[in-house]
């Protein structure tokens, strides 16, 4: 079976760095999605990681170890914006989602 | 291109009574799922389909049923609604996996609040 970790609840302010952090175990891999959700809105894609190492999408980062069951979502230049829940997901079979519970992003001015 | 669709936004039901909750993408996408989020338990699959005709059950399918007549429509329905089935509902799709190597990201619809008293 597949289990996420991820922290509940962040706090940041405007203009700071934050990395949330997301540990999992499965049976397989086969990468490793970061999405978006602002409150009351859908999920959205951010990123999508299966090899080792640090992608950059402007802002946002993601990191991903194989080895260790860990990747983390590293966000620059935080804007108000950017306080949401972000959830950390493994795909399994069809493509299908197994999520972890989200970690809740505050950015404070 | 609108994307993921989902009626309806909101509905309140009694303890009992039966609904249906429709999906429409316009994608093309082969693929199709149904969550369901509740505060801090995350996004959990309920039911998918793997192209027109097909379903199978995810995570949490009890007291849900669903169906994909049409490739571009997947509905879930609820027979007898239960108060622990308040929550809120997503659908999401995504196309066939073409290349090994390669991913397909899910694409979500904008969700529908039921509340079941």
């Known amino acids: 079976g597949q289990n996420i970790d991820q922290p509940t609840e962040m706090t940041a302010t405007e203009g700071a760095i934050v990395q949330i952090n997301c540990t999992y175990q499965t049976s397989g891999f086969n990468g490793l999605f970061w999405y978006q959700q602002h409150a009351g809105e859908a999920p959205t894609f951010l990123s999508y990681?299966?090899?080792?190492g640090l992608e950059e999408k402007g802002r946002f980062s993601s990191f991903l170890s194989r080895s260790k069951g860990y990747s983390y979502l590293l966000l620059k230049e935080l804007q108000m914006k950017d306080s949401a829940s972000y959830l950390c997901a493994v795909p399994t079979g069809f493509q299908k989602l197994v999520f972890g519970t989200g970690t809740r992003l505050l950015v404070s001015p | 291109n609108a994307g993921v669709t989902q009626t309806p936004k909101f509905r309140v039901l009694k303890t009992g009574q039966s609904m249906t909750l429709l999906c429409a993408q316009d994608?093309?996408?082969?693929?199709m799922y149904w969550y369901r989020q509740d505060p801090g338990m995350g996004l959990r699959l309920i039911h998918y389909?793997?192209?027109?005709?097909?379903?199978a059950k995810g995570e949490v399918p009890d007291g849900y049923n669903v169906s994909r007549l049409k490739k571009q429509n997947f509905l879930l329905g609820l027979e007898s609604a239960a108060p622990s089935q308040t929550s809120v509902y997503f659908c999401a799709s995504s196309p066939d996996r073409a290349i090994p190597s390669s991913y397909n990201e899910q694409f979500f619809g904008p969700g529908t609040r039921l509340t079941v008293l």
């Open positions: 994608m093309n996408h082969e693929y």
């Open positions: 990681n299966v090899l080792d």
């Open positions: 389909s793997v192209g027109e005709g097909t379903t």
